[in-house]
């Protein structure tokens, strides 16, 4: 089973660059999350989702954008890449809200903008 | 707002000693959900134990346990006879039991020594 899958693992940025980090799973969740954890600091929330077409701002959402057109794929794009953006993120996703709602995680992609 | 702040940066106990990490949350609402994540040093995060606030019982998988106060917005977790793969980041997580935001705490790096 992939569970939650984010591509690529491992990414260095010029300044001013952009790219897209890819997550997809095929656990068929509704719900899907970007987080990005700074060295040894907790996780922010960048964007969520709740379904396809459907997307909302976290905690730190500028710099980035996203989009949701299927339930598999939510793909974070960075707009011209700052140093303030260096860090790992994570993708995660979850069945639904009820008291089971357990986030499954990918392995993260750590991003450097040099 | 919620907000969910861990106090503890660092904490480092001996194996098979009896650990405790604390976790405090602000917020209005009645019901909600709590969640205790592991991310050990391969950064896949695990669930570890999770509260539903409308239960009084305190939650506890094998050895680990939590201390849910509510009126003191309180979600400590509770390592028994620690062993040296507990050595992670743990991370405490609210989500309101009406939404789909999930908020972190910034983490407390626990260090299990032989």
């Known amino acids: 089973n992939a569970g939650v899958t984010q591509t690529p693992k491992f990414r260095i940025l010029k300044i001013g660059q952009s790219m897209t980090l890819q997550c997809t799973q095929d656990m068929n969740h509704n719900y899907m999350y970007w987080y990005r954890q700074d060295p040894g600091m907790g996780l922010k929330l960048i964007y969520y989702?709740?379904?396809?077409?459907?997307?909302d701002k976290g905690e730190v959402p500028n710099g980035y954008n996203v989009s949701r057109s299927t339930t598999e794929d939510f793909p974070l794009r960075l707009e011209l890449a700052a140093p303030s953006q260096t860090s790992v993120y994570f993708c995660?996703?979850?069945?639904?809200?009820?008291?089971?709602?357990?986030?499954?995680f990918g392995e993260g992609s750590r991003l450097t903008v040099l | 707002a919620q907000t969910v702040t861990q106090s503890q940066p660092e904490m480092s106990v001996q194996e098979a000693e009896t650990v405790t990490l604390s976790c405090t949350y602000d917020t209005s609402e009645n019901n909600y959900y709590l969640f205790w994540y592991k991310q050990p040093p391969s950064r896949q995060m695990i669930l570890v134990i999770r509260?539903?606030?409308?239960?009084?019982q305190n939650a506890t998988e094998n050895r680990f346990s939590v201390n849910f106060q509510k009126a003191a917005k309180s979600f400590s977790l509770k390592i028994s006879d620690s062993q040296l793969g507990d050595t992670a980041m743990y991370f405490c997580?609210?989500?309101?039991?009406?939404?789909?935001?999930?908020?972190f705490g910034s983490g407390t790096r626990l260090s299990i020594r032989p």
């Open positions: 995660a996703s979850t069945k639904g809200m009820g008291p089971t709602g357990e986030l499954f």
């Open positions: 997580a609210f989500r309101q039991s009406s939404a789909s935001k999930i908020i």
């Open positions: 509260q539903e606030a409308y239960k009084q």
């Open positions: 989702s709740v379904g396809a077409g459907i997307t």
